[in-house]
């Protein structure tokens, strides 16, 4: 797999929750769902508002069984569950 980042931002007005974490998925299409493979999660510290962290994809490392030609990475934004956040619908990255 080509190696990449991402780039999560906070765009809400408070300091994010930690601990989060980007649970990461092989999928054949790019929907998550119940039979995209688990790949591995990476934490996250914190995120002050209006500010950015970059996450790099490059150290992905697969089972010798499972081939990622052709397939899509998907990575989910998990938090602890905070009232301040409103629209969890952003937090899905492929």
Partial sequence: MKPGRILVVNRGN?????PSHIEWYL???NVLDSIDT???SNNITSI???KTKNIS???MNFDH???ATGKY???IMKT???????DRNDNIVI
């Fill in 48 to 50: 002050r508002p209006a």
């Fill in 65 to 67: 069984d499972v081939n």
């Fill in 38 to 40: 688990y790949l591995k």
């Fill in 80 to 86: 602890p569950e905070t009232p301040e956040e409103l």
């Fill in 57 to 59: 994809t490059s150290r």
């Fill in 73 to 75: 990475l998907i990575g």
């Fill in 27 to 29: 999928s054949d299409d």
């Fill in 14 to 18: 408070l300091k994010s929750a930690t």
